[in-house]
């Protein structure tokens, strides 16, 4: 009596292969679980930080697609792809510039800068400035002795109207401008920061809704009802009405649900807009071993024009600065 053994030379292959296939769903997936919290907004407790990093996983997302392939594990192969097509479909369009809109209205120069609590070198701030030519300078963690030190140097001088609220610690803010302002004041966000607002009066254009902003940030579970009411109760966009710009460190990415939900009121992320919308804003600058993430933002009516966008070290500060070239309709 014979034995077929023909099928068994087979089996220890099979057996050897399993923990490749294993391997390729680990890989795949994360990715498809990051992709889904993504795409349908569904950040909870540690998932709004983590959401944060979502340009560097979506970096990754392509490394399982190529693994899942060479081992020909195609069941894999398409989650894997699914995910990254996914992710890199939210990611990429900010490394697109957008022609947008082209008003021929005058142009205006807009400054963000998160002086942390008064630490950021007031010259260095006072130097972009002037080499920028700023129209408006938006500042957050702005205290008594910045603004004395801004004061002493001569901020008045190019920038000469102002609305300021400043405290010691980090919940202060500051507006400044070339031109005057109206119907100005302070708001409180319900995370304790304010934010300085002012109608820019622009020559030959149209007034300017301009605003310092700074919610919450979401450093821990307890504080993220406080981060998302701070990012809700933020102006809307006017489309028929005033032009509103809101310039700040936002302590939000365009990953996260609530800032789109405010862009999606009508206004345009400027960065984003030019290209420069992976270009981090904090991160390592003070040290701490974080990957840059995008958290200070432009964002603009969009019916202002995006010219240009420049993302600027400032000396003492945790935070970079952005700086936004706008082109206004016409008065």
């Known amino acids: 009596m014979s034995v077929d053994t023909r099928e068994a030379p087979a089996r220890p292959a099979r057996r ?16 498809l679980v990051w992709a889904v919290v993504r795409v349908l907004g569904v950040e909870w407790g540690p998932l709004v930080q983590l959401l944060a990093f979502t340009p560097y996983v979506a970096a990754w ?26 992710l890199l479909g939210v990611v990429v369009p900010r490394v697109v510039p957008d022609r947008g809109p082209a008003p021929g209205g ?31 300078l938006a500042l957050q963690e702005f205290t008594p002795d910045a603004q004395a030190a801004l004061d002493t ?15 010691v610690g980090t919940q ?19 995370g304790g920061f304010s934010q300085a607002y002012g109608t820019v009066a622009v020559p030959d254009g149209p007034g300017v809704l301009a605003e310092s902003v700074h919610p919450a940030a979401p450093y821990a579970v307890s504080v993220l009802d406080a981060w998302r009411t701070d990012l809700a109760a933020q102006p809307a966009a006017t489309p028929d009405g005033p032009l509103r710009v809101l310039a700040g460190d936002f302590n939000a990415t365009l990953d996260h649900a609530p800032l789109r939900a405010l862009i999606d009121t009508g206004y345009v992320d400027a960065a984003a807009a030019r290209g420069a919308g992976l270009i981090g804003t904090w991160g390592p600058y003070d040290g701490d071993p974080i990957p840059p993430v995008t ?14 966008v420049a993302v600027h070290p400032v000396a003492g500060s945790d935070h970079r600065a952005v700086l936004a070239e706008l082109a206004l309709p016409a008065g």
């Open 16 to 31: 050897a292969s399993r923990p490749l296939t294993v391997l390729c769903w680990l890989m795949a997936a994360p990715g």
């Open 295 to 308: 958290i200070d933002h432009v964002l603009v009516d969009r019916r202002i024009g995006v010219r240009a």
């Open 106 to 136: 005058p142009v205006l120069r807009v400054l963000t800068s998160n002086v942390l609590a008064g630490a950021a070198d007031p010259a260095a701030v006072l130097a972009l400035v002037r080499a920028e030519r700023v129209d408006v």
């Open 153 to 167: 140097l001569g901020i008045a001088d190019v920038l000469p109207h102002r609305v300021t609220n400043p405290l």
């Open 172 to 190: 202060g803010s500051a507006l400044y401008s070339r031109f005057p302002l109206s119907d100005t004041g302070i708001r409180w966000n319900d």
């Open 61 to 86: 997302s392509v490394l399982p697609v190529v693994l899942a392939l060479a081992l020909r594990r195609w069941w894999a192969v398409g989650v894997a792809a699914v995910a990254a097509l996914a």
